[in-house]
């Protein structure tokens, strides 16, 4: 089940890095690696910490779920939920799209 998971993550992972600028998209898919995870978790935990003091000048709440899903990468128990709220981030953005594309 967890295969499961990760692929799932994986997927919507290289659907947002796609739509990224070729600078960031390589950025993210650096840090996907297997080989960038002690590069990966660090970061993560600051911006988890960032997002946490989001009321603070700089810092901001944008912080927690980009940390969040980072640390998905490697912790089990968080690749379902964030695999679930990747979905449902997607489908939101193809709705939108469409929407704009309509009018």
């Known amino acids: 089940m967890r295969e499961d998971h990760q692929a799932e993550l994986d997927r919507h992972f290289a659907w947002f890095e796609g739509r990224l600028p070729p600078r960031p998209a390589r950025l993210v898919g650096w840090l996907r690696k297997p080989s960038s995870r002690y590069a ?31 640390f998905a990468q490697d912790v ?11 979905g449902w981030v997607e489908r939101k953005w193809i709705a939108r799209q469409r929407a704009k594309s309509a009018q």
Do not use: D, K, Y
């Open 76 to 86: 089990p128990v968080l690749q379902q939920p964030m695999a679930r709220m990747l």
């Open 40 to 70: 990966r978790i660090p970061l993560a935990i600051l911006l988890i910490v960032g997002g946490v003091f989001s009321f603070l000048p700089v810092l901001g709440l944008w912080m927690l779920p980009l940390g969040l899903l980072l």
